[in-house]
């Protein structure tokens, strides 16, 4: 930022932090415009701006008298835009802060070139703007794009704001299917809502008191009973070593006893009971496996919810989906592998473990690729964890719920001939399809140019070519 004086017979003053009275302190640094002394400030690199909000103060205890100081916007479009705000005329104290007061710009403060203030006899601090190329943006943090959750189930909603230079509080709206479920005021950004089910779309926009407001883009997520829910039957050993073969479909595990989730012991919260071993020779990795019968093309989002303590391996038709609290490939998983932390809080211990929750509770997305027609075969590995205070103390908990969902966007694909350019759109919540182009509909390839966004929807503006056709394809799904 450079400030430069427009006239300036006692030119701009820098006063340093707790400054002598009878000036005006906030504990750091600031501006003061002496008798007949008026300012412009531009950005040093050219770009424009959006200024936000400015702490302004009296000229001094010698001169305490209320001050309008008058701000005039210069923008881009040669537009001219002004703001007056008027200081309490009141020496508050020594600081830090209370002889400055903050005064926010409205929105017509954007895509500014320069600002000048013709008023002297003020000081001025802590002058907050965006830069006009690096707006907020909002991001949703959760769900994730295609998560699957259970109807009843409160779903927790999350938004982040970046970029966001202003100090005026921030509100952000969370929108369901275009209809407001809630808002929050303070950082982090979020709300729980009951889920209903269904496919839905979930946007949230972010907005100050002084008439900015950003959205996100749309979120895809379902709702929908498991095809294998939380408490479902599965076949179970605790055998030493069963190396890989015991994640095959083709592995014959009928000998192996069966039970229901929740599995486990320690925790007094378990349908089926495990044995844990002793002291010298506790059990460390239990092995789960249970079948489960697909129709090709049934559906085209999956998703796992796993409860677990401590670290798990989940697989399908023998291909690792996801490990958790384990070490990370390519590193192999043996039998007597422990898991990295210890999940939960003993209950006869006034310390915590180095993992929240017990059991923690992980979402897995499922590539709908990995599932074969007809029967199919999941399998968990579950491994302890020692804790250093208390290696006799061993306690697990296992359970796991398969979602699956079957989406059709339906007509999302709009195509507008202006000229001789094709304008295609989409909805921006569909992150995971991809456009594909043909000549013959037998052939597609994928179009190459990035899409922008535009008021909720991806935007590809091409050539027009004969015989040319679109489509929307889901090439990645979780």
Do not use: C
Request: hydrophobic residues 40%; without cysteine; proline residues 8%.
């Amino acid at each position: 930022m450079v400030f430069t004086p427009i006239s300036s017979p006692g030119d701009f003053g820098r006063v340093g932090i707790n400054p002598p009275a009878p000036l005006p302190d906030n504990g750091t640094t600031y501006l003061q415009a002496p008798l007949g002394s008026t300012l412009m400030f531009r950005l040093s690199i050219g770009s424009p701006f959006n200024l936000m909000s400015v702490d302004l103060a009296e000229y001094s205890t010698v001169v305490p008298d209320a001050r309008t100081v008058h701000f005039i916007g210069y923008r881009e479009d040669g537009s001219i835009v002004t703001q007056d705000f008027t200081t309490d005329g009141i020496i508050d104290g020594t600081g830090p802060i209370q002889d400055f007061q903050t005064f926010h710009f409205g929105p017509e403060f954007s895509g500014l070139t320069r600002v000048e203030v013709p008023t002297y006899v003020w000081s001025l601090d802590n002058l907050v703007l965006e830069v006009a190329g690096q707006p907020r943006i909002v991001t949703i943090q959760s769900p994730s794009h295609g998560s699957i959750f259970a109807p009843g189930e409160l779903v927790a909603l999350s938004a982040s704001v970046s970029n966001a230079a202003t100090s005026a509080p921030l509100r952000a709206e969370f929108f369901i299917d275009g209809q407001s479920v809630g808002v929050d005021d303070s950082t982090p950004y979020g709300l729980n809502w009951l889920a209903t089910p269904g496919a839905h779309v979930l946007r949230v926009t972010v907005s100050d008191a002084f008439g900015y407001s950003v959205s996100s883009a749309g979120r895809l997520f379902f709702v929908a009973n498991p095809v294998l829910p939380l408490g479902s039957k599965w076949s179970y050993s605790s055998a030493t070593n069963l190396g890989s073969a015991w994640r095959l479909p083709s592995f014959e595990d009928g000998l192996w006893p069966t039970g229901n989730g929740q599995f486990g012991f320690g925790d007094d919260d378990e349908t089926t009971w495990l044995l844990g071993g002793s002291a010298e020779a506790p059990i460390v990795t239990y092995y789960f496996r249970t079948r489960l019968t697909n129709e090709p093309g049934r559906f085209n989002y999956a998703e796992i919810k796993l409860l677990r303590d401590d670290g798990a391996v989940v697989y399908l038709n023998g291909q690792e989906l996801g490990r958790f609290n384990l070490p990370a490939p390519p590193e192999p998983i043996l039998f007597d592998t422990l898991a990295r932390t210890n999940v939960g809080i003993y209950s006869f211990h006034s310390f915590p473990t180095n993992e929240l929750g017990e059991p923690a509770v992980d979402l897995l997305p499922v590539p709908v690729s990995a599932f074969a027609s007809g029967t199919n075969v999941l399998a968990v590995e579950m491994h302890q964890s020692f804790f250093v205070f208390a290696p006799e103390r061993f306690d697990l908990s296992f359970d796991l719920a398969l979602f699956a969902f079957a989406y059709n966007p339906g007509a999302a694909l709009s195509i507008e001939a202006r000229n001789d350019r094709a304008i295609l759109r989409w909805p921006d919540y569909l992150e995971a399809w991809a456009l594909e182009q043909s000549t013959d509909l037998v052939n597609w390839t994928p179009v190459t140019a990035f899409p922008g966004t535009v008021n909720g929807s991806f935007r590809v503006t091409l050539e027009i070519q004969a015989h040319q056709f679109f489509r929307l394809r889901q090439v990645s799904a979780p």
